[in-house]
């Protein structure tokens, strides 16, 4: 692991903790909800950051996950740390069955079978009403006791939240330096170049996929665990939609982009409350502009700028500059 990687991993703790410490109830409740999009959304940039995977269904595997755990603890009576290993195991092998028929298509065909998939979730949650509840949801999932402590408030599980996000982080740091890590990035950026040079296409897609919804898995525990209620409207498409913007903003291909976008996007509506159903507005034309102007997001942009700082004037040393910024 890398000093800068290492140093980001003790950033997420240290300024997660200190805001911990300063922030009222409701904001330590979005702050929550911005970590557990966070640890979504890396998952999501394995598949369209790193393969060019187009998802639109990556809310259902954070419902699939949360569902189970709603089921396995309240009607079955397990322990939440007993639910969630095995809510992660199975949303990783359902991501992986679903995955290898639906990334023989390509570009905006995936993008409708994966909206296609996250629409029949929504409906069989709606509709199984013996399991699901239907649309009341299930409620009264049981808190997460640490020690004998339980995580009831929101500043104690924002601290689980932190350490979890830390660790998907870190997990997700060290299968983009591997080798398993280039060969998605080759894969996005010329499938048949990589086919040549010996790499499984569609394995390292599914490879991809299913990260992306083991990633999604835990955000799925962690909402299930923080809320204790799920119902079928806070798996629906548009939180997949949300889930893309959240890593367009912040930075496709980037683990700090994809905690910078979700944090951004959570807390957006309410920075901008005043505007009132204005909001909407200005939330496609800030799309619109970041998607036209800053197609790398809010962590390009920085780069760009401190790449701009520290290059000198001289034209023979802004060369090795530049060229460390895609290093």
């Given at each position: ?142 808190h997460l006791s640490v020690a004998g402590y339980e995580l009831s408030d929101e500043r104690s599980f924002l601290w689980f939240a932190l350490i979890s996000l830390t660790l998907v982080a870190a997990a997700a740091a060290a299968i983009h330096r591997s080798r398993h890590g280039r060969a998605m990035i080759a894969v996005r950026d010329d499938e048949i170049a990589a086919a040549m040079a010996g790499i499984d296409v569609t394995g390292v ?123």
């Amino acid at each position: 692991m890398s000093i800068r990687t290492l140093l980001g991993l003790v950033a997420i703790l240290v300024i997660g903790g200190a805001l911990s410490l300063v922030l009222s109830d409701y904001s330590l409740r979005l702050m929550n909800l911005a970590v557990v999009s966070a640890v979504a959304v890396i998952g999501l940039n394995f598949a369209f950051g790193y393969s060019g995977l187009i998802s639109l269904g990556h809310s259902a595997f954070a419902g699939l996950s949360a569902y189970c755990v709603a089921i396995l603890t309240t009607k079955l009576g397990l322990s939440p740390w007993v639910a969630m290993p095995v809510a992660i195991i199975a949303t990783a092998l359902s991501a992986a069955l679903i995955g290898y028929p639906l990334l023989r298509l390509k570009g905006h065909y995936l993008a409708l079978a994966t909206l296609g998939f996250n629409v029949s979730f929504t409906i069989v949650a709606i509709n199984w009403l013996d399991l699901t509840g239907g649309t009341n949801g299930i409620a009264g999932i049981p808190h997460l006791s640490v020690a004998g402590y339980e995580l009831s408030d929101e500043r104690s599980f924002l601290w689980f939240a932190l350490i979890s996000l830390t660790l998907v982080a870190a997990a997700a740091a060290a299968i983009h330096r591997s080798r398993h890590g280039r060969a998605m990035i080759a894969v996005r950026d010329d499938e048949i170049a990589a086919a040549m040079a010996g790499i499984d296409v569609t394995g390292v897609k599914v490879a991809a996929f299913t990260l992306a919804g083991t990633c999604a898995a835990i955000a799925g525990c962690l909402f299930a665990t923080h809320i204790r209620f799920v119902a079928p409207e806070d798996f629906n498409y548009a939180h997949s939609i949300t889930y893309l913007a959240m890593l367009i903003v912040g930075g496709e291909g980037s683990i700090a982009g994809a905690i910078i976008g979700a944090v951004v996007l959570t807390f957006l509506p309410e920075w901008l409350r005043v505007l009132g159903d204005a909001y909407l507005l200005f939330f496609g034309l800030m799309m619109l502009v970041i998607l036209v102007i800053l197609p790398t997001g809010i962590v390009g942009l920085v780069r760009r700028i401190s790449l701009k700082r520290r290059s000198p004037g001289d034209e023979t040393t802004n060369v090795p500059a530049r060229a460390g910024a895609h290093s």
